[in-house]
């Protein structure tokens, strides 16, 4: 009988963990599109993997709730902060612990370079990768006093290496994970419509140009 070669299990690389998104993706579609308000906005299949702009109804987003939808195969976050959310961002209790508090990164649009890293205070909207080694970090808005972190407001956390950030998508010193969550394009086109893909009039932000996609 052989002696087994050595059982060592090398380090997930990025682009393993980014194919694993790829993957989640898809279930993560599945889930997005079995929501109505989404399904009935959203262009085809073919139109989403060109990189199209896609709408989506924020009407129906209650306060505090996520949705997440897939634009160029990547999850989209959108969330609807509640006032007791936003001011926790602006705490500096939780500013002092946060990596990059002012976005100096290049992680964002012009447009979403301030506190709440968006256009409207209220609303989030962010791309879902870890900007570790690219899993999916969770929305826990409200967690447990001390898990799956001691002390931490909550935000987003990342399962595979521990990585948390806000709910601006700023992430915390101390962590794997080195730069915020990237802001992709987006406009509204009026008060309950949301475009991903879209800079407002005047701004020309590439997704693409993020440190750390
Ligand atoms: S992928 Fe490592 S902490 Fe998110």
Redesign the pocket.
């Known amino acids: 009988m052989s002696s087994h070669a050595s059982t060592s299990i090398p380090e997930p690389t ?1 682009r393993d ?1 980014l194919s694993l998104v790829a993957i989640s993706g898809a279930v993560i579609g599945a889930a997005a599109i079995a929501w109505p308000l989404i399904d009935s906005m959203n262009p085809s299949a073919d139109v989403i993997a060109a990189g199209a702009p896609i709408d989506i109804d924020l009407s129906k987003l209650a306060l505090g709730q996520q949705i997440v939808v897939l634009w160029r195969g990547a999850p989209m976050l959108i969330v609807n902060r509640t006032p007791a959310a936003l001011k926790t961002l602006q705490d500096p209790s939780l500013v002092s612990r946060l990596s990059d508090p002012k976005s100096d990164v290049h992680q964002q649009p012009p447009y979403a370079n301030n506190w709440h890293r968006s256009v409207k205070p209220e609303f989030a909207v962010l791309v879902g990768i ?6 999916l ?1 969770g929305y826990l808005p409200n967690p447990d006093p001390t898990t799956p972190a001691p002390n931490w407001p909550g935000g987003y956390f ?6 948390k950030y806000d709910l601006a998508g700023r992430v915390y010193s101390g ?3 080195p730069y915020n969550l990237p802001v992709p394009p987006y406009r509204f086109m009026n008060d309950k419509t949301l475009r991903i893909g879209e800079n407002p009039s005047g701004a020309t932000f590439e997704l693409s140009s993020v440190v750390q996609m």
Do not use: E, Y
């Open positions: 990025r963990m870890c900007t570790h080694l690219g899993c970090p990342c399962p595979c290496h521990g990585s962590v794997p994970a």
